[in-house]
């Protein structure tokens, strides 16, 4: 090799050494927004589970960065809460100390969402200057930033429909939040992986088959979510607190009390716990017999291992659930059991992007953004 190849060869490993560190520094950043997005699922059950939620009856996305600071401050905004229904049929004769309780658990949720939209926007902006995406990414995490914008407008969309004439959320509007928001915390993790990982498809037979097991897990895992939030939103979990019967029986009675029948699936509570505890089980049945294929039939790869960890998710978070039903839905165990539905998903999230190829390395190392001689 003359002189003139050797030193286009080595500038071709350090152009390769640069985006390869400047993958690994998105990544690092996608996964943290991703830690942030879950510790707001998780805090977002904390207070749901202790009637937080509606203690905050309007919406500034700006000013509402303040916490009250003095008694009158604190006066009025409790003077707004008791306009409300929660106030009015379920808190009525509430000390404001008792007030400020659920108050802080709300503020702390909304100013959690907050913090995660300036560590996307900032970190987005820089990495954009340092024109570390190349534009197929940047239009990836965009797309991102905007479901994140558009999950703060449907959390106040939800909050809502409890201001109105009943004190609770709408069901089917939590459910939206809720899974809008395991949305954005799947693409996060799918597309940080995708920049770290090597891809493990080379080295599994079948690679198709073993994708569409997987897709399958995933959506029963995100449809047991959604139906969890419809337990919550209906108080479904405060009935039926025994296991494996409903009221002495696989099927309880009264499970198609109300017209038209589609709306006993995401009303009626005896079926809309009976839905939760089937999903549930579908899961978990479809997860550990994925994984007892894999067992066999799977070389040890990252994929058998990330499977590894969702089996162990998976039974752990099934135990978990029944004893949330059985103890009436305390809050560490319905937390925790909210957290535990994340790893579930999170696990066999990985186990299907490992079995695709990784994002190509781009040509140039700097190729979205103006250049520089612009």
Same mark, same amino acid.
């Given at each position: ?269 005896? #079926? @809309? +716990? ?7 089980? &579908? !899961?978990?049945?479809? /997860?550990? $017999?994925?994984? *007892? ?21 998976? #039974? @752990? +978070? ?7 039903? &059985? !103890?009436?839905?305390? /809050?560490? $165990?319905?937390? *925790? ?38």
């Amino acid at each position: 090799m003359d002189a003139a190849a050797l030193r286009l060869a080595r500038r071709g490993g350090v152009a390769s050494d640069a985006r390869s560190r400047q993958r690994r520094a998105v990544a690092c950043w996608l996964l943290a927004l991703a830690g942030l997005v879950l510790a707001m699922v998780v805090l977002g059950g904390i207070t749901r589970l202790n009637h937080a939620g509606l203690s905050i009856v309007d919406w500034r996305p700006l000013m509402g960065v303040l916490p009250p600071f003095g008694e009158d401050a604190w006066q009025a905004l409790f003077a707004d809460y008791k306009r409300f229904p929660e106030y009015q049929e379920i808190n009525r004769g509430m000390t404001l100390d008792a007030f400020k309780e659920i108050f802080w658990l709300e503020y702390a949720h909304r100013l959690l969402g907050r913090i995660v939209g300036i560590a996307f926007a900032l970190p987005f902006v820089w990495f954009l200057i340092r024109r570390a995406f190349d534009r197929a990414l940047a239009l990836k995490v965009l797309a991102i930033g905007i479901l994140g914008g558009l999950q703060g407008l449907l959390g106040w969309y939800m909050v809502k429909s409890g201001l109105v004439d009943r004190p609770d959320v709408s069901p089917y509007r939590l459910a939206a939040h809720l899974g809008l928001a395991v949305a954005i915390y799947g693409c996060l993790i799918w597309v940080a992986l995708g920049l770290v990982t090597g891809g493990a498809v080379e080295r599994v037979r079948r690679a198709g088959r073993w994708r569409s097991m997987l897709w399958g897990a995933t959506g029963l895992v995100f449809l047991t979510i959604l139906s969890g939030a419809f337990v919550a939103g209906n108080d479904a979990g405060l009935a039926y607190n025994t296991f494996p019967l409903m009221a002495d029986a696989i099927v309880p009675p009264d499970v198609f009390l109300i017209e038209p029948l589609w709306r006993n699936f995401f009303e009626n509570v005896p #079926l @809309v +716990q009976l839905d939760h505890r089937l999903l549930a089980m &579908l !899961t978990a049945l479809a /997860v550990i $017999l994925i994984w *007892a294929a894999a067992l066999r039939w799977l070389e040890r790869t990252p994929v058998r291992a990330a499977l590894h960890a969702a089996a162990a998710a998976v #039974l @752990v +978070q099934f135990v978990l659930g029944i004893a949330t039903l &059985l !103890t009436f839905v305390p /809050v560490p $165990l319905g937390a *925790a059991h909210q957290a535990g539905a994340m790893v579930v998903f999170t696990a066999i999230l990985a186990a299907l992007r490992l079995l695709y190829p990784p994002a190509p390395l781009t040509a140039r190392p700097r190729p979205c953004g103006p250049s520089r001689s612009a």
